[in-house]
């Protein structure tokens, strides 16, 4: 072998050991004892524009570039704008129909593969004919189709498949009380597959809940749908798994009746034929819950969880979804409404078998639990968290923000005691997010004003970005996932544990009857402790070192 040839092996798997151990990608730094305002923004309507309230449904996510975060507001605009400088880079409002005023109640998503982004748009919404379109926008916010009428009112956030060719989403016709499942086809926005709980037969119809969405998972988690087969038409199926659930009716005053779930999944051996998908109830019982948000799945697409009516949680863990849940639990009733749903979806620590799960309840409490809510720590708080949780990248803290007081906290994830809090002197209800190396978190109030705090020092490495060209430039990433994205740090560094002031007490006395509940642990904070510290790996240098050194002994 060449010298030179040989040189250049050694350099190659010196590189390849360094990035094995420590992923340029998901470098983490140091957390900062104290957020930094790095910018802010207001949204500000013109003529074109609707109205720029960022409330429950709405937020801020980030772009596959890790650069960029996209906006939606009420009024159905999205935003797009540089996560480190708040520069805008582009602004979409959709087209009115019959001159009426388009609104929104979700986020943008993506595909892991789609090279494009998806919203729902509600027509009419105060009307007795409401409608909804999804529009799908490319990374430049150009249009790229936008979808006919569907009936109703959205429910939630569409969903994208694994390769960008189909997009899933929930709405609700006939004064939101007929739930109906859509399928639409990814490069045209056309309806590909349809069906509602009115053409099921069901009677009173059903209102569907919005969509969760595992890419590509083990298997679909479930027993057969026809009773009697001998095999699964989930077993070995790896194509994208969907859940959702029934939700309250507008009139409901009360939970008098429980609800069912209901999933999809294309077949094994689908040949693109719509004739030969549906969707189906997971399994043949009432459920003793019904939700208002999307069900969280993990664990290869073979966990999830739900927050649920009665402010309470539901867990399969690993069990078959068509069967009954294997655990559950509950937090204080909400004192307006005793049946209010968890207003938020759980978050979760990571995306494997055990995560810890947050979460706000219905009441003024924010929730620590395990994976099968053991170890429950509760957060007695000044207002209701409306808003899911965000985990940093490395589990070293969980950022959680009170909506009716616009108080931020970063807080640690074992005790929820509280390192640092932020006032962002305003309500807070839209989600909020963090940028993929943990180091600013966006966040945005009910008037429609951004901001970006910087929460860990930022590395300034320049790297190709999808996105247009318009600041500091971060590596690329995977498209955004409900959970954290998986990591293979160094040593990963954890906060000063802060015990609790309170010793451990029994569970509220007006928590659901209905669920058993672990003990729990109410937390009053301490004063602020320091914000957790980092520490490096050198072994990248290391291993370039012994490169050059087998070099000269080859010389």
């Not at 006919?148 to 989403?169: E, H, K, Q, R, T």
């Not at 803290?397 to 809090?421: C, P």
Request: glycine share 8%; net charge negative; charged share 20%.
């Amino acid at each position: 072998m060449k010298f030179s040839n040989l040189l250049q092996t050694l350099l190659l798997l010196a590189s390849a050991g360094s990035a094995a151990a420590q992923p340029e990608g998901f470098e983490y730094k140091d957390l900062l004892n104290a957020p930094e305002m790095l910018w802010t923004t207001t949204l500000f309507p013109n003529i074109d524009l609707g109205a720029v309230e960022i409330e429950a449904g709405n937020g801020i996510v980030m772009a596959p570039d890790g650069k960029h975060a996209l906006v939606t507001t009420v009024g159905a605009t999205v935003y797009a704008m540089n996560a480190y400088t708040g520069e805008r880079t582009w602004v979409y409002q959709p087209e009115a129909v019959s001159n009426s005023i388009a609104r929104s109640h979700g986020s943008v998503v993506f595909g892991p593969s789609a090279d494009y982004m998806v919203y729902a748009v509600v027509d009419n919404e105060n009307s007795l004919d409401p409608s909804s379109r999804v529009v799908a926008l490319d990374m430049e916010g150009n249009e790229v189709w936008v979808s006919d009428a569907l009936a109703g009112v959205a429910a939630g956030n569409p969903a994208v498949s694994s390769d960008g060719a189909y997009v899933f989403l929930t709405h609700n016709a006939d004064a939101k009380t007929n739930g109906h499942f859509t399928i639409l086809d990814g490069a045209t926005g056309a309806v590909f597959f349809g069906g509602s709980s009115g053409e099921d037969n069901q009677n009173p119809t059903k209102r569907y809940a919005p969509v969760g969405i595992y890419h590509t998972p083990e298997s679909g988690n479930y027993d057969p749908i026809v009773a009697g087969s001998p095999v699964s038409e989930g077993d070995m199926n790896s194509n994208d798994i969907l859940m959702w659930s029934e939700s309250l009716k507008p009139t409901d005053t009360s939970v008098t009746d429980d609800g069912n779930l209901y999933g999809f999944q294309f077949p094994l051996e689908f040949a693109g034929n719509a004739s030969e998908i549906n969707y189906f109830q997971m399994g043949s019982v009432l459920r003793d819950f019904m939700s208002d948000t999307a069900p969280v799945l993990t664990n290869k697409g073979l966990s999830a969880y739900w927050g649920v009516t009665r402010s309470s949680f539901r867990a399969w863990v690993s069990k078959r979804f068509t069967r009954s849940r294997d655990h559950a639990t509950g937090g204080a009733r909400n004192d307006d409404f005793r049946g209010q749903s968890v207003w938020a979806q759980p978050t979760l620590s990571n995306d494997g078998p055990r995560p810890t799960v947050f979460g706000g309840t219905a009441a003024r409490e924010f929730i620590r639990m395990d994976y099968d809510f053991e170890n429950i720590v509760i957060k007695q708080l000044d207002s209701y968290v409306k808003t899911a949780a965000v985990v940093d990248g490395d589990e070293r803290v969980v950022y959680y923000v009170e909506s009716e007081t616009g108080r931020l906290h970063q807080a640690s994830m074992d005790n929820l005691n509280s390192f640092w809090t932020e006032e962002i002197n305003f309500s807070v209800s839209g989600e909020m997010c963090i940028t993929p190396r943990s180091d600013v978190l966006l966040i945005a109030d009910t008037k429609g004003v951004i901001s970006g705090f910087q929460v860990a020092e930022i590395p300034t490495t320049e790297a190709p970005s999808d996105m247009p060209s318009d600041g500091p430039s971060m590596e690329p990433t995977m498209a955004p996932t409900i959970s954290s994205a998986p990591v293979d740090p160094t040593e990963s560094p954890t906060a000063s544990p802060v015990a609790p002031t309170d010793a451990p007490v029994a569970p509220p006395t007006d928590a659901p009857t209905d669920a058993p509940v672990a003990p729990v642990t109410v937390v009053v904070d301490p004063a602020p402790a320091p914000a957790p510290e980092d520490s490096g790996s050198v072994r990248s240098l290391a291993m370039a070192f012994a490169a050059l050194v087998v070099t000269a002994l080859l010389l």
